[in-house]
Each structure stands twice: as structure tokens, then as C-alpha cells.
């Protein structure tokens, strides 16, 4: 079945710093990819996502591209902020159930002032 | 208001009691799921429902139940809850039919502690 392998954290990086997230994946066929962030006592929401190769998704300074030939589809910000601080989450539906979605351990991301 | 809701938010209960976690909707998808987030573990299947008469086990659903009381209402239960289904729940949902087929919105989620 379809799988996701995500960079471990936690993450530790200053105000203005160029972050990566590394996450690859195992699937049929060629489902989208998502990330989803989750900040400080909410619920996961969805950061951006990309539905066929070479798809580029964006949001809040974020970006994902949807690489087939590596399986891979790792988040970059050029420059993280204090609130950017969160946990993110890379993810993929199921295989065998459809469309429910198949999350990668999580990644957490402190940022410092 | 919020689109999909949760209730309780934080709940403590003790092993072998009977628990149902309620998750209500207004976005009017026809498909919701449960989740559990544990440490280190991200988040995993319990349970998923395509519509009312469509409910299916997740990845890890020994222990737990699920209804599906109308379009809007998932609940799901612990029979005899057990210290390690200790963690954060969280209820989603999607929509087969819109632009966003695959995306998922999720809940705030509740904090259930099994002691």
C-alpha cells in the first residue's frame, strides 16, 4: 500500500532562515500530496497540495513540488517566521481505503526571534 | 463558526469506561473519518464512513466503534477504554463530489486521557 516517509524533527531554526522539510513517498499509481500543518493546540489544516507530477503547490511563503522520478515531495520557505512555528504533517489518501489519508510521523518546527 | 466540531474538547476517564467522542459537520460532505495522534506517530485510521450506510474499519479500529447518526454526525466509541488509547482524536471530513476531492478538513480535536 501507499506509504510516507518524512524528515524527523524537531526542527530548531532562527527568524529569516531557509527551512526544508524532506519527505518521500511509496505509492499506486500517482495519488496527490499533501502537507498539512498543525499549529500549537489546533487541529491539522491544509498547507498545499499537488495532484500530478511536477505540480508545484504554494501557501503562506510554502512551497511543495511533486517529484515522481525521486518520490519526493519536500516543503521549503525561504524565510520562516516566529508563527510558522508548528507541526507538519506529509501525506497521501490510502490506497485501500479510498480517500482517507495516510500521514507521515510529523515534523515539528520551532522558530526564534 | 467552526465547520466541523468536536465534543468533548478534553476528556479524563478511567480504564473500562465507556466513551464516546461526537464530531458534528456543517460543510455537508458525505465522507468523515477518525483519527488518532500519538507522539512520534503522526496520525492513523481508525475509522472512515463514505455516507451513512458506508462505515469501514481503518488501520486501527480493535477496540473501537463508530456510528453514523445522519450526514453531519460521526461518533465514535470506546467500549472499555484501555491507558493506551491515550491521545489526541481528531474527526475529519471530505467531499467526493466538489474541486477538492481529496482534501480533508479537520476538527480541533479532543484530548482523551485513560487512567
Known amino acids: 500500500g501507499n506509504s510516507v516517509t518524512q524528515m524527523e524533527g524537531p526542527v530548531t531554526l532562527s527568524e529569516e532562515a531557509f527551512l526544508t522539510i524532506n519527505c518521500t513517498y511509496t505509492?499506486?499509481?500517482?495519488?496527490?500530496l499533501f502537507w498539512y500543518v498543525q499549529y500549537p493546540g489546533e487541529g491539522l489544516q491544509l498547507l498545499l497540495k499537488?495532484?500530478?507530477?511536477?505540480d508545484k503547490g504554494s501557501n503562506k511563503g510554502f512551497e511543495a513540488t511533486y517529484r515522481k522520478e525521486t518520490t519526493s515531495f519536500h516543503l521549503e520557505k525561504g524565510s520562516v517566521q516566529v508563527s510558522d512555528s508548528a507541526v507538519y504533517f506529509c501525506?497521501?489518501?490510502?490506497?485501500?481505503?479510498?480517500?482517507?489519508?495516510?500521514f507521515g510521523k510529523g515534523t515539528t518546527l520551532s522558530v526564534s526571534s | 463558526d467552526a465547520d466541523v466540531t468536536q465534543t468533548p474538547r478534553n476528556r479524563i476517564t478511567k480504564t473500562g469506561k465507556r466513551i464516546m467522542l461526537e464530531c458534528s459537520q456543517t460543510?455537508?460532505?458525505?465522507?468523515m473519518y477518525w483519527y488518532r495522534q500519538d507522539p512520534g506517530l503522526g496520525l492513523r485510521l481508525i475509522y472512515y464512513?463514505?455516507?451513512?450506510?458506508?462505515?469501514n474499519k481503518g488501520e486501527i479500529s480493535d477496540g473501537y466503534s463508530v456510528s453514523r447518526q445522519a450526514q453531519a454526525k460521526f461518533s465514535l466509541s470506546l467500549e472499555s477504554a484501555i491507558p493506551n488509547q491515550t491521545a489526541l482524536y481528531f474527526c475529519?471530513?471530505?467531499?467526493?463530489?466538489?474541486?477538492?476531492?481529496?482534501?480533508?478538513?479537520f476538527g480541533p480535536g479532543t484530548r482523551l486521557t485513560v487512567l
Open positions: 475529519a471530513t471530505s467531499d467526493p463530489t466538489g474541486a477538492s476531492t481529496d482534501t480533508q478538513y
Open positions: 505509492a499506486t499509481g500517482y495519488p496527490s
Open positions: 499537488a495532484t500530478k507530477a511536477d
Open positions: 501525506a497521501l489518501p490510502s490506497h485501500q481505503a479510498g480517500t482517507a489519508l495516510i
Open positions: 460543510k455537508g460532505h458525505d465522507r
Open positions: 464512513s463514505f455516507d451513512v450506510k458506508d462505515i
